[in-house]
Structures are given as structure tokens and as C-alpha cells.
């Protein structure tokens, strides 16, 4: 990957990340079933690194938001490799409501064994306890939300709007964990940390917005180059000369100061803006092959 793409080392875990994690292993011994909730323009790497080692054996279903906002082409392959690894998975458009009550029917598929071996034993059915968890700004609480029928979580456009653990009844026969985003203590791999921040998943205020513009305008140039072009009226964009373009995209798209001169800065953030606003039309940024094997 070329230095214009990272030249910055990205890394975000404040101190609410590390007590949920905390408080998420003793409560696990309560769960039942976990819902983990990724996004899917970025469907590997949203994906929390070591859930695994969290949720241990726990029965999961794979909840795929913002669905409506992916490129089908590069994220339904994605999701096939993880059905055919045996995940239930699920795909739901948040705006709408569509296939969010199938995360209801699955948990009640898979939970009626275990209510099956409470009858056997004498016992009476109880209240499946259910975990919700995800990386930051994946959209956990407005699924909640349209899990419940109304607004009983704050939502946001950023990170760390949940801040702690609270249990919510969305269904007479379901009771849900709500837990904040969280990440873990250390990227290993940055490609995976800028992707993270461009989605809004790492707190804005931390990074660098050139470092982020040059990323975007690199993933974008090798993803989606017709788009980037027509979106700035250019001709061309060489990758390796970033500064070239920015000054292009500049005069094109009047980011200009005093005199007349190229402002970059308002390039950078006319690019972040555009991205996060959409303007390059549905993407995915994450491939197949990015699949950890």
C-alpha cells in the first residue's frame, strides 16, 4: 500500500471500551444468544477481532446493517464465505425496518432448544437473554430501536453514544443486552483502522483529516475511480502525486483562499464530507480475500 494511503498510525481505546469489556465476560455466564452487529461497507473490518474469545461458544447471529448503503457486488460474497462457515446472517435495512423482525424468528429457532430442556427438567420456559455488540457507529441502537417499535436508545452519527451496559426488553420473550462500541487495545493492521475512522467508527477529533482524505481518495481511485473522477469533474488522478490532485480538486470545486490561491484544507475536509455524506455513491471497502484465514 503506498505511503499516500497511511502515513499516520491510528489507535483509539479509551477507557469505556476496556470496562465493557470487563463487565461483557461477567455477564456471559446470563447470555444466551449474542447478536453481533456489522456494518456492511466495511464487512471484515468492522468485525470486533477477538468476539471469539468474549462470547466463547455462544450461539450468534451475524446482523449486517446499512446494507442499502454497500456495493452488493464485493459484500454478498462476503456474506456467502460467512453463512457457508455455518453463521446465521442477516441482512437488514435500518431505514426501512426490512428483515429485522428475521433476527427475532432466528433467535426464537435457536433458543427453543434450550427452553425445550427447561420443560424436560421440570422447568418453566423463561425470557431468552440476549447480547447486542458491535464496533462503534455500526448501528446498534437504532436496530434496538426497530427491534422494540420505538425509540428507547440515543442514536448518533458517532461514536461513543451508548457509554454503558443496560438490559432492554424488545420482545415479550426476548430481553437484550445493550452494550457501547467498542474496539480492542491495539491495530495491528491500519488499513483496518482507517477504514474504521472513515465510517465514523474512531472519534473524529483524534485523527487527522489530510491522513484520512488521502486514504479515502487512494481506496477510492483503486475501488472506484469513475466515481472520484466525475464527482470532481477531472480527467485523470495519479495516485502517487496526491498533492497534484488535491490542487485539482481544488480549482475545480472553488476550495480556494484569499487571492484566489488553492485552500487544501477545505479539500480534505470536502472529501471526508462527501465521503461520510455518500457522495461516491454505495462502496465497500473491504474484499474477500481481506478475510482472515
Known amino acids: ?53 468474549l462470547i466463547h461458544e455462544k ?12 456495493d452488493p457486488t464485493y459484500t454478498n460474497p462476503i456474506l456467502d ?24 424468528s432466528h433467535t426464537k429457532e435457536i433458543m427453543q ?30 436496530l434496538i430501536n426497530r427491534l422494540v417499535g420505538k425509540k428507547v436508545t440515543q442514536i448518533g452519527n458517532r461514536p461513543g453514544v451508548t457509554k ?24 495491528e493492521n491500519q488499513r483496518q483502522a482507517h477504514i474504521l475512522a472513515i465510517f465514523s467508527a474512531i472519534k473524529e477529533e483524534i485523527l487527522d483529516s489530510e491522513n484520512l482524505a488521502r486514504f ?4 477510492m481511485m483503486e475501488y472506484y475511480p469513475e466515481r472520484v473522477l466525475e464527482r470532481y469533474h477531472l480527467e485523470k488522478i495519479n495516485p502517487l502525486d496526491m498533492e ?16 484566489g490561491t488553492p485552500d487544501i484544507e477545505k479539500v480534505y475536509t470536502l472529501v471526508l464530507r462527501d465521503f461520510k455524506e455518500g457522495m461516491f455513491g454505495p462502496v465497500t471497502l473491504d474484499r474477500l480475500n481481506d478475510i482472515p484465514r
Request: charged share 30%; proline share 4%.
Open 164 to 187: 454503558n451496559l443496560g438490559w432492554i426488553r424488545i420482545h415479550k420473550d426476548i430481553e437484550l443486552l445493550d452494550t457501547p462500541g467498542i474496539l480492542w487495545p491495539k491495530f
Open 244 to 259: 497534484t490532485s488535491f490542487l485539482e480538486i481544488a480549482k475545480k470545486r472553488g476550495a480556494l483562499g484569499k487571492g
Open 216 to 219: 479515502i481518495l487512494s481506496m
Open 113 to 142: 432448544e434450550m427452553n425445550e430442556k427447561r420443560k424436560r427438567k421440570g422447568m418453566k420456559p423463561r425470557a431468552i437473554r440476549a447480547l447486542i455488540v458491535g464496533s462503534p457507529n455500526v448501528g446498534k441502537s437504532t
Open 81 to 104: 464465505w460467512y453463512k457457508e462457515s455455518g453463521m446465521k446472517v442477516v441482512s437488514v435495512n435500518l431505514l426501512t425496518g426490512k428483515n429485522v423482525a428475521m433476527i427475532l
Open 59 to 70: 450461539p450468534r447471529i451475524l446482523v449486517v446493517t446499512k446494507y442499502d448503503l454497500c
Open 1 to 53: 500500500m503506498d505511503n499516500n494511503r497511511q502515513n499516520t498510525t491510528i489507535n483509539w481505546y479509551p477507557g469505556h471500551m476496556a470496562k465493557t469489556r470487563r463487565e461483557m465476560k461477567e455477564k456471559m455466564a446470563l447470555i444466551d444468544i449474542v447478536y453481533e452487529v456489522i456494518d456492511a461497507r466495511m464487512p471484515i473490518s468492522s468485525r470486533i477481532i477477538d468476539l471469539d474469545d
